[in-house]
């Protein structure tokens, strides 16, 4: 898969690590940040103020901005303003369509903009050029791949037999 088709788990974790000093206060407030493109948001909002048709193709612009140029604006959207959940993308057409997903991503930049947590500025998940966005989720990728390895190796070290409880077996002189 490439880096922007992940899960709304992986996006949204890059969103809040992105902005370095908001990450923590964006966890321990429980914010659900996904990052999307400026250009195709704003693009969505004034299609559905004119009643316009909401392509498949419009929403995946959006949500999966493979295509768009490394200086394209990412903004940050808190997916709590969508007032549901959703496991990824593809969940959220499946259900609402594609006018209504696009409806969701504008509730959730209203919902990020709003900052209900009254969160310090400086502590906001930030926009991103589409580089540095890319940037963030391959090395959140790196560190998932860290983790499971960290994980794999845990495990391997509980499968290892452990000897029989009881004395441990006494050493056998060496004979020369």
């Known amino acids: 898969a490439s880096p922007a088709r992940l899960d709304f788990a992986r996006g949204r974790r890059s969103g809040a690590m992105a902005a370095e000093e908001g990450s923590a206060a964006a966890e321990a407030q429980g914010q659900d940040i996904f990052y ?3 250009k195709s948001l704003a693009a969505l909002q004034e299609k559905l103020k004119k009643g316009e048709e909401i392509s498949q193709e419009a929403v995946n612009e959006l949500a999966f901005p493979d295509a768009i140029a490394d200086e394209e604006i990412m903004v940050p959207v808190d997916m709590r303003g969508v007032g549901q959940e959703f496991d990824d993308v593809e969940q959220m ?38 580089a540095e966005w890319r940037e963030v989720l391959t090395a959140d990728l790196g560190e998932g791949e860290e983790e499971e390895d960290l994980l794999e190796d845990e495990e391997e070290d509980l499968e290892e037999p452990e000897e029989e409880e009881g004395e441990p077996a006494a050493k056998k002189p060496k004979t020369a």
Request: aromatic share 8%; charged share 45%; glycine share 4%.
């Open 93 to 130: 057409v499946e259900k609402l369509g594609a006018k209504g997903t696009a409806e969701a991503f504008v509730r959730a930049r209203e919902y990020f903009d709003a900052n209900k947590d009254k969160e310090p500025e400086e502590e906001r998940p930030k926009e991103m050029t589409a």
């Open 36 to 38: 999307v493109c400026k």
